[in-house]
């Protein structure tokens, strides 16, 4: 979510990091090179963002399945509880 409160939501696929670079070297090949810094600015920013939803989502699914593990267990040990 940026500063203006919104949310944008991006399919990550393998290459669109690959996909950024291109688009991102296409630009600068048609700029001044006053602009280079600035675009690959925004170049970074793209894909750290990238990279850090993937290492979200990542984290996020293992902490769902530990979750799910220790309900199991619980669960298990009321059964033989009872």
């Known amino acids: 979510m940026n500063f203006n409160g919104v949310q944008v939501n991006v399919t990550v696929t393998p290459s669109t990091a690959t ?3 291109q688009f991102v070297d296409e630009i600068i090949a048609g700029m001044t090179l006053l602009l280079h810094t600035h675009v690959l600015g925004l170049k970074d920013t793209a894909l750290t963002a990238v990279a850090d939803r993937t290492v979200l ?7 769902l399945d ?6 199991k267990k619980q669960s298990q040990k009321g059964v033989e509880n009872a």
């Open 66 to 71: 530990k979750q799910k593990q220790q309900r």
């Open 19 to 21: 996909r950024i670079n």
């Open 57 to 63: 989502q990542r984290t996020n699914q293992e902490l």
